[in-house]
Every structure is written in C-alpha cells, then in structure tokens.
C-alpha cells in the first residue's frame, strides 16, 4: 500500500469516526430548528401542552434566528353565518386566531424553552353576542346566558411560558407557566385540531369537552416518554368573562390531571378529569367535574379523524354528556372535504329555556359536512374559499322552541392560512 493510499484510508475512518459531530455542526451552521427533548417531533405539538398524533401536517411559517425558532400559525375565516329556525339569525362575522412561538434550547442536553401567545380578533369580527349556531351553548352576554350563538375568542388566547427538561434517557418533565392558556383537560382545543383547519364552526359540545382551552392563570407540571405523558393541572376555572380584551386574572381554583398516550406515530389518545371550582360567573357556587376521554389518527397527513366524549357532573342539575366525531381528508392539495358528527345532551337550562324545563335534559345531533378549495400554487399565503352545512336534529321536547325538528345552519367563506411545512 502506497502512502498515500494509507493515508487515503486513514482519512475515511476519521471521517467515519468524526461524520456525526461534523454532521451536526453541519446542520447548526445551516441553522436547523433547536432540538427538542427525547427528539420528539415538533408536529405533535397540539395547542396548550397536548398532543396529537406525529403525522399531522404543520401549517405554519417558520424561522430560524440565531439560536432560536419563530413559529407562526395563522387561520382567518370571513363569511356569511345562517341558522335558520325560530332560534335562527345571520350575519357576517370573522372567525380567527394567530399563534406566535420562540423556542430556544436550554443548555446542551436537549431541553428547551418556548414563548407562546394566542391572539385572536373575534371580540370585533364576531361583536359580544357571538355568532349565530344553533343548540349552541356557553358563556353570556349582557349577563345573560347566551344559546343559539357561539361565544368569541378572547384576545389573549394564550400567553404562555414552557419548559422541557430531560431527566433520563427516556424521560422529561415538563413545565407550563400561563396567565393565559390550556389546562390538561381534553383533547387539543377545537379551533387547533386537524378539521378545525378547514371548519369554522364551533362544536356543540366544546363546554364538555375542551372548552377550558381558555383559563386566566394555568399552571401544569408533567412527565413524560417518547410515548405517554401524565400531567397536572392547577387553574383558574372561571369561564372568560364578556370584556375580551383583559385578562380575567383570579387565584386558581381548579385541578385537572391527563394521561395522553401516542402509541404509534399515526395515533394519540388521553383521558383526562378536572374539577371546575366555579367555572360560570353567573352561577359561582356550581362546581363541576369533567371527564374527557380521546383518540386521534392522522394518516399521512391526509386523513385525520377524531372521536371524543365530554361529561360534566355540576354540584347542582342533572349530568349530561357530548360526544363528537370529526373527520377531514385532503383529496389533493387544494381539495378538502370534512365533516363532524355530534350526539349530546343539554339542559333547560343551558339552552335558556323556560324555568320550568331547566333541570330537563334534551337529546340532540348534529352533522355537519363541508369543502374548501385552497389555493396552494400561490405560495406563502394561502388563501381558499369554502362551505359547511349541518343540519340538527332535535327531540319533541325542543321542536316548539325551533318549530322543527331539524334545523340547519351553515357558513360560507373566504379563508386565509400558513402553508403546509
Ligand atoms: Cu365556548
């Protein structure tokens, strides 16, 4: 063997030897995202500290600065609401939130830190009494209860500090700080799931299932693997109040305890149980107990389905349950097609029926199927138009309120997302 040669040789085995730490020198010169704990990847981020499955797509925009990733997510319908039915209305409203990380990784063994907050503009798109759905129910209005009308979004969505820290080879613990933000209760909130990118409208049975997605004062401790993590909750369990532009601070109140379990990198599923101290202002003395249970499957980032069911136990009336099954698959790039099904049970109450109904329970259903057209070719801003439908079917018990027994509802819109990453 010439010198060369054998110099030839001794080279490739260096390289060999120094090829991972090359490689990864490689990767931060050309500024890769920070790592993240136990190499989880980034889209199974859901909205507070949920999870979803790993193969959901990232609609978002992101840069790299310096040691730290800016993620932006935005989705911003504007259209016309129906609902027919004596409990019916129409309008224009705009249903939007934006969503704004930093991450930043702390020190050298894979722990990290992100800034977050959620804003969203619906206190003026959608005005104080919310827009038109029918069988809707949660939060007021003028102090009185609204129904039929799907509440706004506060401002504040979220704002919100978490860290991750990895404590073994296979394990981390969480931390999540949020004077406005997600306690771990339920699935990933409504307006941040896979069908949520293509379907405005609010579910019938968020108030069971994920409605807490907004509390004032969150703190959640976790710990997690590559595959479960189990997480406490303490918060404020007050619902926001009508002014939506504050943070409607109180001392926490409320706990909620998760287990989320990802089992393959397709599916998530959690159960999770929380106690509301007070959750509605215009009754503070009722408490109530959730009980959520949840699975999720996206296939290739096409297809994403998700069933959940909510139950609430108030101190005080009758329990009642929601469950939901929603669905979305992307035929092409710019052709979506969704749908939701819902079969839950609300009061007399919660719909604002006469006193003498309050404690009766209403069986009800809702499918809802829709279609967005995006156009994708234009690049960095999305825009699409699109259509939902649902019709609802009621009992005889709730016809004469609605003079039908199946009342319908719908929006058309315009719509405006972060390309897929
Ligand atoms: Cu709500």
New binding site residues.
């Given amino acids: 063997m010439s010198i060369a040669q054998h110099l030839r040789t001794r080279l490739v085995v260096v390289a060999g030897w120094l090829a991972p730490a090359g490689a990864a020198a490689q990767v931060h010169h050309h500024q890769a995202a920070p790592p993240t704990p136990l190499d989880l990847p980034m889209a199974r981020d859901a909205s507070g500290t949920s999870w979803q499955p790993d193969t959901t797509p990232m609609f978002m925009w992101q840069w790299l600065a310096g040691d730290w990733a800016f993620n932006l997510h935005a989705n911003v319908y504007a259209g016309f609401v129906d609902a027919s039915s004596d409990r019916g209305a129409h309008r224009f409203a705009g249903i939007n939130w934006v969503m704004f990380a930093a991450r930043h990784a702390m020190g050298d063994g894979g722990a990290d830190l992100t800034l977050r907050t959620m804003l969203s503009l619906e206190p003026l798109t959608v005005g104080a009494a919310g827009y038109p759905l029918l069988l809707?129910?949660?939060?007021s209005a003028g102090g009185v209860p609204l129904h039929d009308r799907?509440?706004p979004?506060d401002l504040l969505m979220e704002l919100a500090v978490r860290a991750r820290v990895p404590v073994a080879d296979a394990a981390a613990v969480e931390l999540y700080v949020a004077p406005s933000g997600e306690p771990a209760i339920g699935p990933p909130a409504f307006p941040h799931r896979f069908v949520g990118m293509f379907d405005p409208l609010?579910p019938l049975g968020?108030?069971w299932q994920d409605?807490t997605h907004i509390s004032f004062g969150v703190v959640t401790a976790g710990v997690f693997t590559r595959r479960w993590k189990l997480e406490g909750s303490w918060f404020n369990g007050r619902?926001p109040d009508e002014d939506r532009f504050d943070l409607d601070l109180r001392a926490p109140d409320s706990f909620a305890a998760r287990l989320t379990v990802n089992p393959t990198d397709a599916t998530s599923a959690q159960v999770s149980w929380a106690r509301l101290d007070s959750p509605e202002q215009l009754e503070p003395a009722v408490a109530i107990r959730r009980t959520t249970a949840s699975a999720a499957w996206n296939h290739a980032g096409e297809l994403g389905v998700l069933a959940v069911y909510g139950r609430n136990d108030p101190s005080a009336g009758p329990s009642t349950g929601a469950g939901l099954v929603e669905a979305a698959l992307v035929l092409a790039p710019e052709h979506t097609v969704f749908g939701r099904v819902e079969l839950l049970e609300k009061t007399g109450h919660d719909l604002a029926l006469p006193a003498a109904l309050a404690d009766r329970t209403f069986g009800m259903a809702g499918f809802s199927a829709g279609y967005v057209y995006d156009a994708v070719r234009l690049g960095d801003l999305v825009p699409g138009i699109g259509i939902v439908a649902t019709v609802n079917a009621i009992g005889d018990g709730l016809a004469p309120f609605y003079g039908t027994r199946a009342p319908w509802g719908g929006m058309v819109f315009v719509r405006i997302r972060a390309p897929e990453m």
């Fill in positions: 809707q129910t949660g939060e799907q509440h979004h609010a968020h108030h409605s619902e």
